[in-house]
């Protein structure tokens, strides 16, 4: 299994932007797939992005698509996702998980390694 980390979190006005960084230690990190998920309180955690090991990525709606990009940079062993246009609604506690592509899909339960979590909290 590889380490990961998440950074990047933090406190922004409605219609800003971040941009969270998973780095992974620990293994050949280019053979995993990546997903990031967020949780809100007191609603159950979903699905955000994902990114192959091929660098294919896939979103989950269209409340997200368009305003958020995920991306990794091999080199650095780091996945990122580029939140802009940030809404209230996308404050949730973001996390990061990475699991050997098999090419399976993105669902939570097949994930093996997971980040702590950063918090993001959009203000209206």
């Known amino acids: 299994q590889v380490q990961l980390v998440e950074s990047g979190g933090g406190l922004v006005q409605a219609g800003g932007s971040l941009r969270l960084s998973c780095a992974a230690s620990?293994?050949?990190?280019?053979?995993?797939?990546v997903g990031w998920f967020r949780q809100a309180p007191g609603k159950e955690r979903e699905f955000v992005a994902g990114i192959s090991r091929s660098g294919i990525s896939l979103y989950s709606s269209d409340s997200v698509k368009g305003r958020f990009t995920i991306s990794r940079d091999f080199a650095k062993n780091t996945v990122y996702l580029q939140m802009n246009s940030l809404k209230p609604e996308d404050t949730a506690v973001y996390r990061c998980?990475?699991?050997?592509?098999?090419?399976?899909?993105?669902?939570?339960?097949?994930?093996?390694?997971w980040g702590q979590g950063t918090q993001v909290t959009v203000s209206s």
């Open positions: 620990g293994r050949t990190f280019s053979n995993y797939a």
């Open positions: 998980a990475a699991k050997i592509d098999y090419g399976l899909g993105y669902q939570d339960g097949t994930f093996a390694s």
